[in-house]
């Protein structure tokens, strides 16, 4: 026969040394998707108290007042759509990570199930009975297992990966970020609203709006 018991031994604990390895790596990528769509969420508060802090209460009576408050509105909600898009990306990221490790584990269990084969083949002819047949048969029928396991893994984080639309809210990103460049930084409106020292100063009133392109000369 091909295969000892001890290689059979060995056979056992590795395969299921293995599958321990895979499973704690599919749980590491689930808590840091959990963790990064917690992160997304605060940032998003943070960014939702900045726009209040943003636009307090102010007479609308100059034109390049409202013009600069909505190129800071813009602004924040052009921010936002950008962490959103990279926090897609991580996600697409870890996603495509775990599938390819699913597909090697899926590869791996599948050569040590064919090396198994020859030696269920020489028990066929053999003794049927036999500890060490036994044994073959059931690390063969544990793989099997493995191997329905790990392939359903696999379409289930397939799937997930058809969520992380990455390209679609880029593309989005970067069509509202033209837009944006277009009004709120390169325009003659946006250039005599930093030269008005009432309307600047009425929308750029602190330190930090001052690091907005809005308010960045």
């Known amino acids: 026969m091909n295969l000892s018991v001890y290689s059979v031994w060995w056979l056992s604990q590795s395969q299921f040394g293995s599958h321990a390895l895979n499973q704690k790596t599919l749980q590491r990528t689930q808590q ?30 100059n034109p ?34 775990a599938s390819k490790t699913l597909k090697q584990q899926v590869n791996l269990y599948e050569e040590r199930q064919n090396k198994l084969d020859t030696s269920i083949e020489e028990c066929q002819q053999a003794e049927k009975n036999t500890p060490y ?14 191997i329905r396991e790990t392939n359903q893994a696999l379409i289930d984080e397939e799937e997930t990966l058809s969520l992380y639309s990455y390209e679609l809210i880029r593309d989005d990103y970067e069509q509202k970020r033209a837009r944006f460049q277009m009004r709120c930084r390169s325009s003659n409106q946006h250039y005599a609203f930093i ?5 600047y100063s009425a929308v750029c009133h602190s330190e930090m709006l001052k690091q907005t392109l809005t308010c960045t000369f």
């Open 32 to 61: 840091a998707k959990i963790k990064n769509e917690t992160m997304w969420s605060v940032k998003w508060k943070l960014i939702s108290a900045v726009v209040v802090v943003v636009l307090p209460t102010h007479a609308f009576g």
């Open 133 to 146: 047949c036994h044994n073959i048969r059931d690390q063969h029928q544990q793989l099997s297992q493995l």
């Open 195 to 199: 030269q008005n020292p009432e309307a």
């Open 64 to 97: 390049l007042i409202e013009f600069g408050k909505g190129c800071l509105i813009e602004e924040q909600h052009l921010n936002q759509i950008a962490i959103q898009a990279n926090q897609r990306q991580q996600n697409l990221q870890q996603a495509q990570q």
